[in-house]
């Protein structure tokens, strides 16, 4: 009688699924983008909006820092509010900031949404994952999208803001809008995550930039039932679930609810904390970005402390505690993935 052996799972898979990598796994968040030369000769001649929305422009811009960095997972180069054009809330993203003409503030304005099919109206975001995994099938590719609670805000605010008040207005005034809104938002990002998944994504990543808009009960509330939501809706399709929240340290006990296999903490949250705290959970991060603006030895030091902490949880994938930013010399993710890849936990 023969035994077959599987094949060892990538680092990154293996720490998604409570494993022990054979390395320290580490991606960044916005790993393509405005820090690398090569991006920035690519947006010469392209918008950002014509980048997510062609597929062969996409798919090369994902590949620019897989190209130069031993990374361990790459992520399809696309923006969270890519679903809501369709939808029939298209964002202007040409002066740099995305903005929204008309928000969606009102009762009749909400009513304007519509869940669309994503392989009918985001079919180009499948398509540059299918060339991505085309050229480099063995690295894990994530797919991602927003979470309902931040494409909410967004769709309100018609863009960033200082204090969300019009987004809050409606919640205090009209919460029964509010969570109206978030379920449709939770239906769409549910359907575009699968289509991401089917199209050769092994990984999935929910971006919560907004959690901390929220006091704590609020969020449990309003925005954990979403997320439950999609978290169930993808579970059939068994690819490791990861929800990233920003400034979600007091939220913890919620996200542990939220059916996702990793939590993604940013900077300000103690991982080594949250490990315990959650000791059933997979964590990913989460060094300050600007820490890759200083001198190389606080890089090394403070990357192996996060290293050191993420010991401590079921599995650790190391990434920034938000997105890489655009001052970011490249030589210094060179020295974070190299540190990274060196730490060997203690016995």
């Known amino acids: 009688m023969t035994t077959t052996t599987r094949p060892a799972l990538p680092p990154f898979l293996a720490a998604l699924r409570g494993q022990t990598p054979s390395r320290r796994p580490v991606w960044i968040m916005r790993q393509a983008g405005r820090y690398l030369p090569e991006y920035r000769a690519v947006r010469e001649r392209a918008s950002f909006h014509t980048l997510c929305t062609t597929p062969d422009l996409a798919c090369e811009v994902t590949l620019q820092p897989l190209r130069r960095y031993d990374l361990d997972a790459g992520i399809i180069f696309s923006d969270i509010l890519t679903p809501l054009a369709p939808m029939g809330a298209a964002f202007d993203f040409s002066q740099g900031a995305p903005r929204l003409a008309a928000p969606l503030r009102h009762e009749h304005d909400l009513a304007r949404l519509r869940v669309v099919e994503p392989l009918e109206e985001l079919a180009f975001v499948g398509e540059a994952i299918e060339l991505v995994r085309r050229a480099r099938p063995e690295i ?23 204090d969300f008040r019009h987004f809050k207005t409606l919640l205090y005034s009209r919460p029964d809008l509010v969570c109206s809104l978030l379920a449709t938002l939770a239906d769409q990002v549910a359907r575009h995550l699968a289509m991401q998944v089917e199209a050769g994504c092994a990984a999935v990543q929910i971006f919560d930039s907004w959690a901390s808009i929220l006091h704590p009960s609020d969020y449990r509330r309003l925005a954990l039932p979403p997320l439950q939501t999609i978290m169930t809706a993808l579970a059939p399709l068994q690819v490791p679930r990861i929800l990233f929240s920003r400034g979600g340290s007091d939220n913890l006990a919620a996200l542990r609810e939220s059916g996702a296999e990793c939590l993604a903490l940013d900077w300000t949250c103690d991982l080594g904390a949250a490990a315990i705290a959650a000791p059933d959970h997979v964590l990913q991060g989460n060094l300050d970005p600007v ?27 190391f990434n920034l505690g938000h997105g890489i930013l655009p001052a970011t010399p490249p030589e210094a993710v060179s020295l974070l993935v190299e540190t990274v890849h060196a730490h060997q936990p203690e016995a």
Do not use: K, M, W
């Not at 990357?303 to 650790?316: N, S």
């Open 140 to 162: 894990p590719l994530i797919g991602f999208a927003g979470a309902p609670l931040t494409l909410a805000a967004y769709l309100v605010e018609g863009g960033g803001s200082q």
């Open 291 to 317: 820490v890759l603006c200083g001198d190389a030895s606080e890089i090394a030091r403070r990357a192996r402390a996060v290293c050191r902490a993420g010991d401590r949880a079921r599995a650790h994938v």
